[in-house]
């Protein structure tokens, strides 16, 4: 079992890069499965979801190679579709973008269900409605999704009963390489489905709307191989944005591109943090006390639910009474058990939590609930005085690259460390 131990207390000071975003690498490695050609990929953050998306394109006869630390190259030409392992899809949410670029692919997809970050019941209704309304037949079947456009898929109109960024990218994903002309209305709007459509086009797709809630692609015959770079991760950035205000430091978030965090800028703003941006970094720095502020987590342009935990510790020590509602999952506030264990005062009524601001947080054994939750546990370990433990840090690492080491280098006092099993069960005598 490995564990991160924080001795808290220290304000964060210094300049972190930003690595590239997780949620834009998962879906753009299983779509270079529709070029059938090969694919360089930049800017890969290092995390084990990419490790794992990579690890099932193998499964499937794709040939991977990195070419460096975070730069891989994908051939796609022998891969067979249908043939991903269930132990491997099932562990991560992304491996449902194998089920749009299986189907776009060879007309047919069956992959497993997928697993992810447990937020409550997270259905895939939309994008199945999506694959039908281009033509395919799907059932889900012992915990396994099939597809299969028996006469081609048919571009079409899909129209979704709420934002989802899963839905929006995977019906792209089975629209590229349709016949005719697929409109999607409700899409999601963050910068990753602009990431993916981007690196579909350089690959000779036909997507315009990427960005707003409409959506239109085009099908094109084929689709060719491509050299493309991932943008920033801006829910990295945000943490360590938060991270800074919350030790009250001074960080220099470099690699980002400040649109992208505007919402969480304006929120930080609000609190009384400052935030200088610049072209491809912000600045971020906390002088004096937080005021107290209500937030609601939205679809992009909105506060992001990947920011809501973070924010949430951040909250703690602001002065007065806030007010935090989630609206995009019915179950992300499991962590402020955690928190509660850290001494913060928090109430949770439906979706939103009441944070009694100005509590000490105490350093305690916690857990990372999820991968934000455990980056939440993170700042809280480091804003307060003395040693934290976390627990099931592989949450954690499913989406941060080298958070130990990148927190190391701006003044943080953590470690991460491996507990044999045999002293984790008390059998050592
Ligand atoms: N929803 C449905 N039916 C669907 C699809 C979604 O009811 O077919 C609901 C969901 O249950 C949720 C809402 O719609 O209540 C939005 O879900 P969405 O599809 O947007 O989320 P997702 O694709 O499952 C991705 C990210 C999450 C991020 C959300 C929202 C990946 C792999 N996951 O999830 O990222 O929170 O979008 O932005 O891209 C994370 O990185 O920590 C993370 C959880």
């Known amino acids: 079992m490995e564990k991160y131990v924080i001795n808290g207390g220290t304000p964060l000071r210094g300049p972190v890069d930003i690595s590239g975003m997780k949620n834009a690498a998962c879906p753009i490695i299983f779509a270079s499965l529709l070029t059938g050609s090969v694919c360089v990929i930049e800017n890969l953050p290092a995390i084990n979801d990419v490790a794992l998306s990579l690890e099932i394109m193998q499964s499937i006869g794709c040939r991977v190679r990195m070419l460096a630390k975070d ?45 992810g970050c447990d937020f409550g019941v997270r259905p895939i209704d939309q994008h199945i409605k999506g694959f039908e309304a281009l033509g395919a037949e799907v059932s889900v079947d012992s915990g396994c999704v099939v597809a299969e ?53 350089t690959c000779g797709a036909r997507i315009t709307g990427a960005g707003t809630d409409t959506i239109r692609v ?18 990295e950035a945000g943490t360590f944005m938060i991270a800074a205000a919350a030790t009250g430091g001074a960080m220099v978030v470099r690699n980002v591109i400040p649109k992208h965090l505007e919402s969480i800028t304006a929120k930080l703003e609000e609190m ?10 912000v600045y971020v720095t906390r002088s004096g006390d937080l005021n107290r502020i209500n937030i609601k987590t939205l679809p992009y342009p909105g506060f992001p639910t990947d920011m809501q935990p973070q924010m949430c510790v951040l909250l703690c020590q602001a002065n007065g009474v806030s007010f935090l509602t989630e609206s995009i999952f019915e179950n992300r506030f499991k962590y402020v058990e955690e928190l509660r264990l850290m001494g913060a005062s928090i109430i949770v009524d439906g979706r939103t939590a009441i944070i009694e601001g100005g509590t000490t947080l105490q350093a305690a054994p916690v857990r990372a609930m999820d991968l934000r939750a455990g980056a939440a546990m993170v700042i809280a370990g480091l804003c307060c005085k003395g040693r934290t433990e976390i627990d ?28 044999p099993d045999s002293v984790e069960y008390g059998t050592a005598n």
Not at 76 to 82: F, K, N, P, Q, V
Not at 168 to 189: C, F, H, S
Not at 397 to 409: C, F, P, Q, S
């Open 272 to 281: 009384g943090v400052i935030v200088e941006e610049y072209d491809d970094y």
């Open 149 to 201: 456009a028996k006469y081609g898929l048919r571009g079409s109109s899909v129209y979704f009963d709420m934002v989802t960024v899963g839905g929006t990218i995977n019906v792209i994903l089975a629209a590229v390489l349709a016949k005719g002309m697929t409109v999607i209305e409700n899409a999601a709007r963050e910068p990753h489905i602009v990431d993916v459509a981007n690196f579909l086009n």
């Open 392 to 419: 099931e840090i592989f949450h954690i690492e499913r989406g941060y690259d080298n958070l130990v080491g990148k927190l190391t280098a701006v003044g943080a006092d953590i470690r991460k460390i491996v507990i």
């Open 218 to 235: 085009r099908g094109v015959e084929k689709l060719r191989g491509c050299t493309y770079a991932i943008i920033p991760d801006m829910i």
């Open 71 to 115: 730069t891989v190259e994908i051939d796609s030409r022998d891969a067979e579709g249908g043939s991903s392992p269930f132990d491997l899809v099932r562990k991560m949410r992304s491996s449902y973008y194998l089920l749009g670029a299986e189907l776009g692919r060879y007309g047919r997809a069956c992959v497993g269900y997928p697993g």
